[in-house]
């Protein structure tokens, strides 16, 4: 079996829903069919990537 690949687009769009709490991580790993645990990782470092001292 393959490893599934996904885009920077799509894992910056699967964190932003889960920071904005618009769907849970439960409701993403479903939709995307990826594991949750995932997300938090996405959402993670989305959050870290984010400077400092945003929003002022």
């Known amino acids: ?15 932003l829903e889960e920071i904005k709490g618009q769907k849970t991580a439960a409701e993403l790993a479903s939709e995307f069919e990826v594991h949750v645990s995932q997300i938090n990782i996405w959402k993670k470092r989305a959050l870290e990537a984010l400077p400092k001292d945003w929003p002022r």
Do not use: F, P, V
């Not at 079996?1 to 799509?10: I, Q, V």
């Open 1 to 15: 079996m393959k490893r599934r690949r996904y885009s920077n687009e799509l894992k910056a769009r699967i964190a």
